[in-house]
Structure formats: C-alpha cells, structure tokens
C-alpha cells in the first residue's frame, strides 16, 4: 500500500507534468501589454463620450443612470436665438451649460446610452484615461465658457422677473382652485 | 494520587488528578487571508491542529442592495444585481428579470430566450472555471489556474463582443436583452464549445486524478445528504451529496425543459458521498453538461429581432413574487414586492453562497486547520453574493 500510494503520487503528478510540458510549444495567449495591444470590439464599454454638438439636454440620460454621476444643466434659449439642429434633424432649445460626468463614479453599465434620443452619449472603447487624482475623472463636456454661463444666468433671471411682473394679478392659490 | 497503567517499574510517574488541560486557542483566519475567497473572517477554536469550532463572520462586503434597490427603479436595480455575485452576473441579471417578466405577464421573444441560455450557461462555466483553478491554488497546484484563466478568458471574450463588458454586464433585461448578437457570435460560441471540451480532459490531468490533490479532498468535509437538506444547501455542494436537485430540470424557468442534459451528482468515487472531491468532480461535471446545453442553444437559435418584446417602459403591477433560478453556486431567489409605482418596495435576495456558507460550523469541528481551507474552498463561496 506504502509503495503502491508513492508510485500513484509519482505517476499522477508525471501525467501533469506532461500536459504542462504540451503546453511549452503551444502559442502563448498572453499579450504583453504596453507593446502589443488587443483590439476591442466596438461594443466595448468603456470610457462614455458625448458629442455636445448633439445634445439637446433632455437630461433623459442624467435620469437613467442608477448611480447619479451625470450632472447636466440647461438655460432656455431666448426667443429670438437659433441654436441650429442635430446631426438628426432635432430642433436644439436648450443652453447645455453644464454636462458633467464622473468617471470615478460610473459604473459602466451603459444605461444612459440607451435612452437618448440623438444617440449622442456613446461608450468607447477607449480605457487608457487612469489619473493620479480622482478629480480628474470628471469629464466636462460643456463647452460654455464661464463668462456665457454667467451672462445667460443673468439674462434668465431677468426674463423670469419680467414673466411674473407681467402677470401678477392672478396669484394662483391651490386651496381655493379645489 | 492516581497510579499510571505502566507496567511495574522502579518508579512511579505522578500524574495529576485532572487529565491536563491543553490551551485551546482562537485563531483568527481573514478576512485577508487567500483562501477565503474575498473577505470571510473564521474565528477558529483549535485544539492544537484541530478545529473544534469554526464560525464564519461576514459583513464585509455589504453594500445595501436590498436598500439600493428600493431607491432605483425597475430597470436600474439590473446593474446592481450584477455585482452580487461578480462571478456569475449573467445569472443574476437573469434571475431578477425571469422574475419580473412573470410579474408583469410578459412572454420573451425566442431568440432572446435563445441568446440568454447560452450567455448564463457560459457564465455558469466561466464561474465553475473560477472555482476550479481557485480551488487548486488553495490546495497548493498553481498550474492549473492559469489554464482555467485561459478558457475563462475566451467566454469573457465572448461577453465582450456581445454585451460589450467583461464582467459586469447588465445584459440581461427585463422582456429580453440590452443588444441582439452580433454577426457571426453564435459561430464563435459553436467553436468555443468544440475548443472547451478537450480541455476537461486536460484539468482531470493535471488536478482532478492527482494522487496528492485526491488526498488532500477525498473524505475531507464530507456533507451528508441530510446534514445538506437540513442546512438548506443547493447547487454543486447539494448534488455533490447524492442528491439530484437542479432546478433547471425539476422547476424549469425561460426554456431550459427544451434541452437534454444530465443532472451530475457525487458518487463517493475516491472517498465518501458528499466529500470535498465530489463537489470538485461535480462541477466539472457540470461544465461538460452546460457546454451541450449551449450547443443545442446555439445551434437552435432563430434569426429574429431579440429587442423586440423589450418593453420601453418597465411597469410592474401590484403584488410579490418569489422566483428562483439555478446560479452556478444554487438556488437564488428574488422576492419581489410592487406597489404598482417606479420603484420596487421590496427586493430580498436568497442567496445560495450565503446559505452554502452556514454549513461550515457544522463540518468543521474535527478537521484540520489546514482542511479547513480544503473545505471553504469547494464550498465555493463569493463574498458579493453573501454580504450583498
Ligand atoms: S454608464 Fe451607467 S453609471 Fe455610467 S454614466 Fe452611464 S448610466 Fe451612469
Ligand atoms: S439623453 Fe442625450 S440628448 Fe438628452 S441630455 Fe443626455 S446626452 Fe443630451
């Protein structure tokens, strides 16, 4: 028994052996890395990309994603003003102000791609973004400048004071509607 | 004075009234320990290499999906699901949306039922894979991981192409899939199972028939079938104990009843029914049987739009439902309670790892320290799963 359970330890671990002796003259299935790269399917989810041109802040993505990192804001475009249309023919009304996305927070699950109507918010396969601060994995989209941010602030605030100095005869109360 | 049972000599030992008392320590095993497979804490009593008492402490992990769920809405609990168990996604992903679908009444288009039974059953080999090498490694023999890892890879490769993520997907959806496969997948699906089945051959090589791994595992742990159905087990370590429970056979869910496929259960071959090497044998068992329900999926799979039955918005009606699927590591369940609103009221979550895991205390009394680290391992716990 003694020397029966040494032959079958040799004899199993020399079975082994020799399948990882096969496996010296097979292909290598590693990469090495930096130098040689694979390519990533096109579906591949990685880093998220919008192309602001397309935007027309419906903020149905900001409301799709589970774990809050997309911040938008919009300004109303002023009557008179034509922000042109997308590249599908949407009519642009809003003054995307801000469009932040926090890359440290997302998830990658690709659920604001789905829902947006211009199909401007894509995942890419682009993975190489690593930072040395967690700050800098907010992703600014916007390209409002501070200044045009500041004036169209401005410019809304005062078309909403001169909105309710229009109408202020008819204070709506909602206890005496009902 | 107690006289010792030698025989008559010159002089007498002295022994104490009391038979000597051994200290009996506390060891302290992880959470960052290697072989626990994530951040399980066992505080161990030991009679010197003998455990006499093991109790797992978990927590570490949690992150309040049940909490977290209540909070989202339908759809987007799906990504959260998804990090349960990090190992086997799709099967989470499916179990939550079987499990909403039979809420709302929603009949799933086939190829999507098609596309969904290959990607769980490929993430059912790609899990066991995982369990597999892991397990291994835990014993001592580091080869056999990497080429677990190697095959692993090409079904995450797969993923990849189709879901676009290699390992949290978010692929599976309520009424079908997030993408239709693209062209030429199911070909390369076909091919992997043709590459995947020699290489069975190759880890019962390499590990499986190993005199010294067989040593380490056989009789080691052993879990009998009733010790296993009083503890509530499911899965690989259920079946491992001779009993022949899969829930894809005896309470078939999406169209898992069309397949022809075996139900693996541990025969004692090299030690006793239900020992540590039978829940190994089990699952690699169980790769083969999952690599011909692919092949029948796949070749079966109609053309068609999977997107079609993906209803655009996801409105549950009042009332609960508990659904249960086979996950690579059990039984997992959802109880699901709706209120007819946006958001669920409750999601709980029976998770098979957590219950798996609760019959380490009564197995472990009696083995050896290092056993110990033979039996979490083939119980094959993931740490997501338990804590959620
Ligand atoms: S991928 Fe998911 S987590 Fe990331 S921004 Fe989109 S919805 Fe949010
Ligand atoms: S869904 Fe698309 S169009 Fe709407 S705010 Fe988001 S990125 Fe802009």
Redesign the pocket.
């Known amino acids: 028994m003694y020397f029966k359970n040494i032959y079958e330890a040799v004899w199993t671990i020399l079975i082994g052996m020799g399948v990882t002796f096969r496996h010296l003259f097979t292909r290598s299935v590693t990469l090495q890395y930096p130098h040689e790269r694979d390519v990533l399917p096109e579906r591949s989810r990685q880093k998220l990309h919008?192309n602001i041109d397309d935007?027309?802040?419906?903020?149905?993505?900001?409301r799709a994603c589970p774990v809050s990192c997309i911040s938008?804001e919009t300004i109303k475009a002023g009557k008179d003003e034509d922000l042109g249309a997308t590249s599908n023919g949407q009519k642009k009304r809003l003054h995307v102000t801000k469009f932040n996305i926090d890359m440290a927070k997302c998830c990658y699950c690709a659920d604001c791609v789905f829902?947006?109507?211009?199909e401007?918010?894509t995942m890419t396969p682009d993975f190489e973004f690593a930072t040395y601060d967690r700050k800098d994995l907010m992703f600014r989209f916007s390209t409002y400048t501070r200044e045009q941010v500041k004036t169209l602030k401005l410019r809304e605030a005062e078309e909403r004071k001169a909105k309710e100095s229009a109408r202020p005869a008819a204070p709506k109360n909602p206890e005496s509607s009902n | 004075m107690m006289k010792n049972n030698l025989p008559e000599t010159d002089y007498e030992l002295e022994i104490p009234a009391q038979a000597i008392q051994t200290d009996e320590m506390t060891l302290n095993m992880g959470p960052q320990h290697p072989s626990t497979h994530g951040v399980l804490r066992v505080i161990l009593k030991t009679d010197g290499e003998i455990v006499t008492k093991a109790t797992p402490f978990i927590g570490y992990l949690h992150r309040c999906f049940e909490k977290h769920a209540e909070n989202v809405s339908w759809v987007q609990v799906i990504p959260y699901t998804d990090r349960m168990d990090y190992l086997a996604s799709m099967n989470m992903n499916h179990g939550y949306a079987i499990a909403l679908e039979r809420m709302m009444g929603l009949q799933v288009n086939e190829r999507a039922e098609h596309i969904r039974v290959i990607v769980a059953e490929l993430n059912r080999i790609a899990s066991h894979l995982v369990a597999l090498g892991t397990y291994g490694l835990d014993i001592g023999a580091f080869t056999p991981f990497l080429y677990t890892f190697r095959e692993r890879e090409r079904i995450l490769d797969l993923f990849e192409l189709i879901s676009g993520a290699r390992l949290l997907y978010n692929f599976i959806w309520v009424g079908g899939v997030a993408y239709d496969a693209p062209q030429g997948w199911r070909e390369k699906v076909l091919e992997f199972c043709d590459y995947f089945e020699p290489k069975i051959k190759e880890y019962n090589d390499i590990l499986t028939y190993n005199k010294i791994f067989i040593e380490r595992t056989a009789n080691v742990g052993v879990i009998p079938a009733d010790l296993a159905i009083n503890y509530a087990l499911s899965g690989p370590t259920l079946r491992a104990s001779g009993v022949k429970y899969d829930l894809r056979r005896d309470d078939p869910y999406s169209i898992y009843d069309r397949f022809d496929f075996k139900v693996c259960i541990g025969q004692g071959q090299v030690g006793t029914v239900g020992d540590s090497w039978d829940r190994y044998i089990v699952r690699v068992d169980e790769m083969v049987e999952s690599n011909k329900i692919i092949r029948q999926a796949a070749q079966a799979m109609p053309e068609g739009d999977a997107l079609e039955t993906v209803p655009k918005n996801v409105k549950v009606p009042e009332g609960e439902y508990y659904m249960r699927t086979e996950t690579p590591r059990g039984e997992l369940g959802y109880f699901i309670v709706s209120d007819g609103k946006k958001n669920p009221v409750r999601v709980k979550v029976r998770s098979p790892a957590f219950v798996n895991l609760s019959v380490l205390p009564a197995i472990a009394p009696g083995t050896m320290v290092a056993d110990l680290v033979a039996i979490v391992g083939s119980l094959d716990i993931v740490l997501g799963e338990i804590d959620r």
Do not use: R
């Open positions: 919008v935007c027309i802040g419906c903020l149905q993505c900001e938008i829902p947006c109507p211009t401007c918010i």
